[in-house]
């Protein structure tokens, strides 16, 4: 069974930066690949990035170029995500998920969004 | 505004079935995910591929899609499936989510 626990809430001031972790239990970290979604307040769910097994790289969201880097410590199993440039906009609960290819033994082409780790409050606030 | 449209809100009484659509050239020709986010917790994958449940989901979740819209079905609607629920496809190496649909069951 794959567990995703993330780290705790951050209160930044605007232009900061943030590091958000994501450890991994239950499979290691080298066997997943880990993308990372945020949830502003009373909103829907916003894809930022992640490793693409089919390319081998990460892809990151129009909207985040430049501003963000997603990177994986396979000696502790964890993921991490900074975002930098920090704003009152990226108030938001991030998210790190897992993106899998199979359901136990049912694999298919197709990969999908199966294990989400509780979610980090990352507050930008002056 | 998001590429995948969804109502704000739907709501139905106890024990009567749930529809939910998504909307958007974006699903012509690709697979739909559906979420269930509960207040306060993180989204769980109630259907993939359009039509599959991940393994213990109810199978009062069902799904249907056809051309750029989808549904998500809910029969025998409970109180305890008022959540969000959000669909999601990927376009390219992008996952692109629904504004999110707020399921009332009163």
């Known amino acids: 069974q794959v567990q995703l626990v993330q780290s705790g809430a951050e209160v930044k001031g605007p232009g900061a930066s943030v590091r958000v972790s994501c450890e991994v239990s239950g499979y290691t970290l080298s066997e997943l690949s880990i993308h990372w979604v945020r949830q502003a307040p009373g909103k829907g769910l916003e894809w930022m990035g992640g490793?693409?097994?089919?390319?081998?790289?990460?892809a990151y969201a129009q909207n985040f170029q430049g501003r963000i880097t997603t990177t994986e410590d396979t000696s502790t199993d964890t993921a991490y995500m900074e975002l930098r440039g920090l704003r009152s906009e990226d108030t938001a609960v991030y998210y790190c998920?897992?993106?899998?290819?199979?359901?136990?033994?049912?694999?298919?082409?197709?990969?999908?969004?199966?294990?989400w780790g509780q979610g980090t409050l990352v507050t930008v606030s002056s | 505004s998001s590429d995948l449209a969804q109502p704000l809100s739907v709501s139905v009484s106890p024990g009567q079935t749930a529809h939910i659509p998504c909307s958007g050239e974006?699903?012509?020709?690709?697979?739909v995910y559906w979420f269930q986010q509960r207040p306060g917790q993180a989204p769980v994958l109630l259907i993939y591929e359009d039509t599959k449940r991940p393994s213990g989901i109810l199978d009062r979740f069902s799904a249907s899609h056809s051309g750029i819209t989808a549904t998500l079905t809910i029969s025998g609607a409970q109180p305890i499936d008022e959540a969000d629920y959000h669909c999601q496809a990927w376009d390219g190496r992008a996952a692109l989510f629904g504004g999110g649909t707020k399921l009332t069951v009163l």
């Open positions: 974006k699903l012509r020709n690709k697979y």
């Open positions: 490793f693409v097994p089919e390319d081998g790289e990460t």
């Open positions: 998920a897992r993106l899998a290819y199979c359901d136990g033994n049912l694999c298919s082409s197709f990969p999908r969004f199966d294990y």
